[in-house]
């Protein structure tokens, strides 16, 4: 008997290791927990938001199909178009300021009929790519100088001065901290962060004084001062901190946290979702989400690792530091750390926007680490 030394490797094996499970496994965590809360949350909430969990079922639908479709189709084409796409969030930034809707004072919104678009939360996905592939034309040993700044500092400049004219600062900062993070990743000698720290010291109280607006500056007095005005700009400042605190160890139980369904939690299904995951699973239930959320970032950092090129590995720490600056700002500003601002939980908080961004996000990531023993 003639006994082969070629062995067939099985395909559906194959398959299976070049599929991120820690990745997909906290990204369906997150999904389900942000869905039963979302459903608490919506409980007793007004007629007109009732919808809110069906829709964002169909956000959460979609944005599967478009990580299988992104993973399919790989993450290259997407390297190839960074400038179309920077170019046309940036022509939708413009087109906000014409015929966005307006909301509680802020004008971020394109209405399409059946969904309304904010291009502030897609120009986020559009700075990752064009840093992404800008970037990756220098050597992180060598570090950059002041020349080599100059057209990243345009790109994100455009961008973060259109999105503060909304006006959503909050949203602005982001990009900036997303950026920010990948510029280090490559390396800034340290003249040019000394030039930036000085320049920011300088700048600091020229903004304070004529580039935010009255309430803005109410919110910074409000974090350091939040008793100052408790019925009215410390309200939800006031409010979070006490949902966060009636939890304890353990929560209150599934629809029975007082805060949330007596109403006396403001936005409750978007920007303070984490106070109801606080007051109803406790401190227990917080540190289970913070802790899937690790599990998350660390899956990027893996691909990372194992990526094939430059771009691609820039392009998920640009990943990695659009959830964890998202996560750090939403739980610090329901817990008192930082100012109120509009940050939603990512794969949380209830958005269709901030939900398809986030995980066709992902899907760069899952498309890099399926690729990673690939050739060619």
């Known amino acids: 008997m003639i006994h082969s ?61 478009l990580i299988f479709f992104i993973t399919a ?6 390297i190839r178009l960074a400038y179309v796409i920077y170019a046309l969030n940036i022509l939708a930034l413009i087109a906000v300021m014409v015929i966005g809707k307006s909301s509680y004072g802020a004008q971020r919104w394109i209405d399409l009929g059946f969904f309304n678009y904010q291009p502030s939360e897609t120009m986020k996905l559009a700075m990752i790519l064009v840093m992404a592939r800008y ?6 040993r060598i570090g950059m100088d002041f020349k080599d700044l100059l057209i990243p500092g ?8 259109l999105t503060a004219k909304q006006p959503d600062l909050g949203t602005a900062l982001l990009i900036l901290m997303v950026t920010g993070l990948m510029l280090l990743t490559m390396k800034i000698r340290f003249r040019v962060l000394l030039s930036a720290l000085c320049l920011a010291l300088i700048a600091g109280p020229v903004v304070w004084k004529v580039g935010l607006k009255p309430y803005q ?21 006031i409010q979070a901190k006490i949902a966060v605190g009636s939890g304890q160890i ?85 817990t008192g750390l930082l100012p109120i601002v509009g940050v939603p939980l ?25 690729r990673k023993d690939m050739f060619g």
């Open 135 to 140: 970037l990756s034309r220098f050597d992180p």
């Open 5 to 65: 030394d070629i062995m067939v490797s099985d395909p559906s094996k194959s398959l299976f290791r070049r599929i991120n499970i820690y990745l997909i496994g906290s990204l369906i965590a997150l999904n389900l927990i942000g869905l039963v809360n979302l459903l608490s949350a919506t409980t007793n909430i007004a007629r007109h938001l009732r919808g809110v969990f069906n829709d964002q079922m169909i956000w959460i639908s979609l944005g599967w199909l």
């Open 217 to 237: 500056k109410n919110r910074v007095l409000t974090f350091l001062y939040p008793n100052r005005d408790p019925r009215g700009a410390g309200y939800n400042s």
């Open 250 to 334: 353990f929560g209150k139980g599934f629809r029975n946290g007082s805060q949330s369904q007596l109403e006396f939690l403001p936005e409750k299904q978007t920007d303070f979702i984490f106070c109801v995951l606080s007051e109803e699973y406790g401190f227990l239930g917080c540190i289970a989400t913070l802790g899937i959320y690790a599990i998350l970032l660390l899956s990027i950092i893996q691909t990372m690792i194992m990526a094939r090129d430059m771009e691609a590995a820039l392009m998920c720490v640009g990943i990695f530091a659009l959830i964890l600056w998202h996560v750090f700002i939403n739980t610090g500003m329901v």
């Open 154 to 161: 345009l790109l994100i400049g455009l961008p973060f001065a």
């Open 346 to 370: 990512p794969l949380i908080s209830y958005g269709g926007t901030s939900t398809l961004t986030i995980m066709a996000g992902l899907g760069w990531v899952s498309s890099i680490y399926f």
């Open 73 to 78: 189709i790989g993450y290259r084409v997407f």
